[in-house]
């Protein structure tokens, strides 16, 4: 018979006996033994036919809480045990250069040019003799993967030392991004990612010239672009797998070359020009010299033809004190108004025009901060350009799904959002587009002179 039958019985048989009639509490107290009892034995019942259960490898391990020192010792020890592990099983310099030997020895001829090639037969070959560090290099899919049109089914050796290079590096990089991984989760908060960076710094020859009381502001500086573009729910923390995924490591590696071009330098956001330019534009706008910008200061940026009502949009929706922007807030506002092609930056635009929070832009607010450009261009003495007019090209470039709404995949998906923001935000920006075939003509006619001469 069923437990839950026999319980309800139980309850339900009067008593009979020759005490008197058992209180509320007593029955109650009854009813919880008898629910305890039966419920056990059905419980236990189960087990037996449960037993495979047992077999279930453990999948959760709860991390040790702040005051199991020893359990969090322990783990920490045992992450550092683990990636010393990996980094071991990485080809050396002296296993690498092996490799380069094995493959040069047995180039499958004739060359293309000057590029020496390999089929697939003495791809094998090198793959047997290399070593079981390179064993996985030497797959089936890795030579299918740079396959290209070589008539003789061949793949480029250079082709091949590159790809085994590039993945040493990744791994290399993540065992030593992962050391500074202090949860050990797999991503990094902006304190592990400012000590990985400082650590660097010394190992960069570019920023040998950096004076070590500017560390800070520089480590400041190069950590705001790793989370301003990969942290875009604003969360405190990045994966490390993104961090490898994008191309800022790369940008910032770079430093160690130490014969990287000027020009190369002013295009690296990490570069000592780029940071001290970034630093330097800050503290001129810093006109008080309290280390902070107020809305006044921070609207002689750029060309100072930012309009009002986009900067009260600013000082509204970022992280002020005191009604002032620190030098993480202002890093976040160049990184976005130098980046207007980006998906972050756009995010991060769309945000400030949408004033109703409804998460698309209409003709209200178009026109909210259109007509500011219009008041500055009456300032400057140029005549308004209508409203229509301009509301119907940026509906024409954005091409938005909901013809009376533009959301911010519209923006993204359109190719044109750098345009459009530049549009609403920025006298100078307008007139540029404005006069833009007048300036693309001007450019021609310098170009035809040049040539002349």
Same mark, same amino acid.
């Given at each position: 018979m069923d437990w839950k039958e026999i319980l309800r019985r139980r309850i339900a048989t009067p008593n009979t006996g020759p005490n008197k009639k058992k209180s509320e509490q007593e029955l109650k107290d009854e009813e919880m033994d008898l629910f305890t009892k039966y419920y056990s034995e059905w419980k236990g019942g189960r087990k037996n036919t449960n037993e495979f259960y047992k077999t279930i490898p453990r999948f959760y391990y709860r991390l040790p809480a702040e005051d199991e020192v020893l359990l969090q010792k322990l783990r920490e020890e045992s992450r550092a045990v683990f990636l010393q592990r990996k980094s071991r099983e990485l080809l050396d310099n002296e296993e690498l250069q092996n490799l380069w030997f094995l493959l040069d020895k047995h180039q499958t001829p004739p060359m293309i040019g000057e590029e020496a090639m390999i089929n697939y037969e003495n791809f094998l070959k090198v793959g047997e003799k290399a070593g079981p560090k390179c064993k996985q290099f030497f797959a089936a899919k890795v030579f299918a993967k740079l396959l290209h049109t070589d008539s003789y089914g061949r793949i480029s050796i250079m082709q091949f030392f590159n790809y085994v290079m590039r993945k040493v590096w990744l791994h290399q990089t993540r065992i030593g991004l992962s050391l500074y991984d202090v949860a050990g989760q797999g991503y990094?908060?902006?304190?592990?990612?400012?000590?990985?960076?400082?650590?660097?710094?010394?190992?960069?020859?570019?920023?040998?010239?950096?004076?070590?009381?500017?560390?800070?502001?520089y480590v400041c500086t190069a950590v705001r672009k790793f989370f301003f573009f990969l942290d875009p729910l604003r969360t405190g923390k990045i994966k490390i797998q993104d961090i490898l995924a994008c191309s800022f490591l790369d940008d910032l590696l770079e430093l160690r070359d130490e014969?990287?071009?000027?020009?190369?330098?002013?295009?690296?956001?990490?570069?000592?020009?780029s940071a001290l330019r970034v630093y330097g534009q800050y503290l001129n706008l810093d006109k008080d010299h309290n280390g902070m910008l107020s809305k006044e200061e921070l609207s002689r940026y750029g060309t100072a033809t930012m309009t009002n009502v986009f900067l009260d949009r600013v000082?509204?929706?970022?992280?002020?004190?005191?009604?002032?922007?620190?030098?993480?807030?202002?890093? &976040?506002?160049?990184?976005?108004l130098e980046n207007r092609k980006e998906p972050a930056a756009l995010q991060y635009i769309f945000k400030l025009l949408d004033i109703e929070n409804k998460g698309y832009l209409n003709v209200f607010s178009l026109n909210y901060f259109f007509r500011?450009?219009?008041?500055?261009?009456?300032?400057?003495?140029? &005549?308004?350009?209508?409203?229509?007019?301009v509301k119907d090209e940026i509906f024409d470039m954005v091409k938005p799904k909901d013809p009376l709404k533009i959301s911010l995949q519209d923006l993204i998906n359109s190719n044109q959002g750098d345009t459009v923001t530049t549009i609403l935000i920025d006298l100078n920006g307008f007139w540029t587009y404005e006069n833009r075939e007048a300036l693309v003509a001007n450019d021609n006619e310098n170009s035809a002179d040049l040539d002349d001469t």
């Open positions: 990094l908060r902006e304190s592990d990612l400012e000590n990985y960076i400082l650590e660097l710094i010394p190992t960069l020859p570019q920023l040998d010239g950096l004076e070590k009381s500017f560390y800070s502001f014969e990287l071009s000027k020009e190369s330098q002013e295009t690296n956001w990490f570069s000592a020009p000082f509204q929706e970022c992280l002020t004190y005191d009604g002032e922007m620190d030098y993480k807030t202002y890093l &976040d506002f160049v990184l976005a500011a450009i219009q008041e500055l261009m009456k300032i400057h003495g140029q &005549d308004p350009v209508s409203f229509q007019d």
